[in-house]
């Protein structure tokens, strides 16, 4: 969401933000509307302060003896016409705020114009993908031939894009998981929590899931929706809430399942595990000061690169162009991890500094150490990894020729020691 007294002290910044982004012109029907707004607020309140003087009126002509009906009738008309005004003031109110739902963050300045993923900037390159003396697979292959993963199965109970991992591949997976974990907690300084994995419209709404895209969610049949991401329910636990700034920055990270429709993604990586409904992640947010949410911004792609580093997986790092960040983002870099199946980069992380545009959407704010008041906090949130796609990016770095799975060393003590992963 935005501040709307921004709108109105510069329409035209306004206006070339989402140019950037590849949208009309708003500003101009936002300030018509608040406009109105302003406008009925002010005839309600001249219709109370008439109320009220002629309210005096009727106590002073009770106390004279005097007939009082007149006034008595036109205090009644006057609360009528103030109810109308005030509905009318609601109506405006609500007309901006779905207006303004709508509309995703402002880019950064610093953020690359551009209408899609083509328009991105490589910043930069870490590690070098590995020479292999035979022609590398994909990790379905790998998976499927060592006996470990089963899309048919999956299919049979849910349909497409879900998968059945089991045996040492199952633990693999377990094992991503609780090294990220281990790693955000006791090394960067992430809180561990366990959200719920179910929320209502107003958590989805505070996270910018919600108006807009509701088709790439689940839903249940009283009220819920299934959590795309942990962002939400761990950005929501500051939703209403005035933050002491001696509090801030606040790091918390989660394992959960995430749940998508992926809605708009018929076609796309519709065999393997690269796009699946239901999938694990490992989420990182932090809760900042404004001064502070550019660096932490930093820090945080940081702390997601230090997995792949310590994985020993290539992967660059990117830049994402205006047309290419998420709703809520101001600014976004990606990590993309390298797959030899695939001879790519393929996403594996996203990093986004929100600004304060979720914190007005949940009215989550501080109060500064110095000076009155209180101002939004600023977000952030991004993936320590994908748990699946480390899966998938560890099967296709570590495979050897005989199909077989070298366990990387930094996971190797949770797999009680296992070395390499083979048929089951």
């Not at 509701?214 to 939703?239: H, M, Q, Y």
Request: glycine share 8%; proline share 5%; hydrophobic share 40%.
């Amino acid at each position: 969401m935005f501040d709307i007294k921004a709108i109105r002290d510069d329409p035209q910044a306004f206006d070339a933000g989402l140019g950037r982004r590849g949208l009309n012109p708003h500003a101009d029907k936002v300030l018509a509307i608040d406009a109105a707004r302003r406008e009925a607020i002010s005839k309600t309140q001249s219709l109370k302060t008439e109320r009220n003087a002629k309210s005096k009126a009727i106590g002073a002509a009770k106390g004279k003896g005097e007939d009082a009906d007149a006034l008595i009738a036109e205090v009644g008309e006057l609360k009528s016409k103030m109810q109308a005004g005030e509905e009318q003031v609601r109506s405006f109110g609500d007309e901006i705020e779905t207006l303004l739902a709508g509309i995703p963050n402002i880019p950064a300045p610093d953020v690359p114009d551009g209408p899609d993923e083509s328009t991105n900037v490589e910043v930069r390159k870490v590690g070098t993908p590995r020479s292999f003396d035979f022609t590398p697979k994909q990790h379905f292959e790998l998976g499927e031939d060592l006996g470990l993963m089963d899309f048919e199965a999956a299919a049979r109970m849910s349909g497409a894009r879900f998968v059945v991992l089991a045996g040492a591949l199952a633990r693999l997976e377990r094992a991503i998981a609780s090294f990220m974990l281990d790693l955000q907690t006791s090394e960067h300084g992430y809180r561990e929590t366990r959200p719920p994995y179910l929320v209502r419209d107003g958590a989805a709404f505070g996270t910018g899931q919600l108006p807009k895209f509701s088709e790439d969610l689940f839903a249940t049949k009283d009220g819920f929706w299934l959590i795309p991401t942990a962002e939400v329910p761990l950005t929501n636990l500051v939703r209403e809430q005035i933050l002491d700034e001696a509090a801030l920055p606040m790091r918390m990270t989660a394992h959960t399942p995430c749940f998508r429709a992926e809605a708009g993604a018929a076609g796309k990586d519709t065999r393997g595990m690269i796009r699946l409904h239901q999938f694990d992640k490992v989420e990182l947010v932090s809760i900042v000061a404004p001064a502070q949410s550019d660096a932490e911004l930093e820090r945080m792609t940081g702390c997601a690169e230090e997995v792949l580093k310590r994985l020993d997986l290539p992967y660059r790092v990117v830049l994402l162009s205006s047309g290419d960040m998420g709703f809520s983002a101001r600014k976004t870099y990606d990590l993309e991890v390298w797959l030899p199946g695939q001879d790519t980069y393929r996403e594996i992380s996203s990093c986004s500094n929100c600004g304060d545009f979720q914190a007005r959407r949940m009215n989550a704010r501080y109060r500064p150490s110095a000076g009155k008041g209180t101002a939004f906090v600023h977000t952030l949130n991004g993936s320590g990894l994908a748990v699946g796609r480390t899966l998938v990016a560890v099967l296709e770095n570590y495979q050897n020729a005989d199909g077989t799975i070298t366990v990387p060393d930094a996971l190797k003590s949770y797999m009680s020691g296992q070395d390499v992963i083979g048929p089951q």
